[in-house]
């Protein structure tokens, strides 16, 4: 995520079966990077456990300004 010069619009990490550590490090990667924040339209991180740890990086994720119109969680 790092590396992208011109933003994310869409990002599908449905079935990844990412954990919750991982979870977390996406959505703080995503919270600190304005860019991604300022482009990103539609996640999609269905089927994967957000947990507690996942679940309190998303809400911080929201709380700033974004753009998102789609995130699925189911």
């Not at 998303?58 to 753009?67: G, H, R, T, V, Y």
């Amino acid at each position: 995520l790092l590396a992208l010069s011109h933003g994310l619009v869409q990002l599908d990490l449905a079935r990844c079966e990412i954990g919750r550590t991982g979870v977390a490090s996406l959505w703080n990667a995503l919270r600190r990077h304005s860019l991604l924040s300022a482009t990103l339209l539609e996640l999609s991180m269905s089927h994967n456990r957000l947990e507690a740890e996942g679940s309190a990086a998303l809400a911080q994720f929201l709380s700033k300004p974004n753009i998102l119109r789609r995130l699925r969680l189911s």
